[in-house]
């Protein structure tokens, strides 16, 4: 089994996790990346996608997760999200309504990049309905 190391996901609404685990994989703006103990530290942005915690007894978790940031330092990994729900509890009447808030976004873009930034956002939502579906 990995070494652990401590994980924070933290959200406004609530922390939902402060403990050891053995490995957390990440999804950013860059790509997906995974932390295990003594990672090199870097920031990176989070963009809407599964979030997947490695337990210390061998279990995985599963976070949707959508904006805010990744700090992987010398403590460890937190990850401060601007939404971040347990894939358990996520409504999709939520995720419908932020899909539909997105098109909606694209559709009063006033300029090519705020559109694009809405384009990326719409299609991101849409990969994690696609995730979703498949786990």
């Keep these: 089994m990995a070494e652990l190391f401590q994980f924070e996901l933290v959200s406004p609404e609530r922390q939902l996790i402060s403990e050891q685990v053995a490995e ?7 790509g997906e990346f995974g932390v ?9 942005t989070i963009k809407p996608g599964i979030l997947k915690v490695l337990s210390e007894g061998g279990d995985w ?4 997760v959508r904006g805010g940031f990744a700090d992987v330092a010398s403590g ?5 999200a601007e939404k971040a729900v347990p894939v358990g509890e996520i409504s999709t009447e939520d995720l ?9 976004d694209v559709a009063d873009a006033k300029d090519d990049e ?3 930034k809405a384009e990326a956002t719409l299609s991101q939502l849409r990969d994690v309905v696609e995730a979703l579906k498949a786990a």
């Design 24 to 30: 957390v994989v990440v999804p950013s703006a860059e």
């Design 36 to 44: 295990l103990k003594d990672h090199a530290p870097f920031m990176a």
């Design 61 to 64: 978790a599963e976070y949707y």
């Design 76 to 80: 460890g990994l937190t990850v401060l």
């Design 96 to 104: 419908e309504q932020q899909i539909k808030d997105a098109e909606e």
């Design 114 to 116: 705020t559109k694009q």
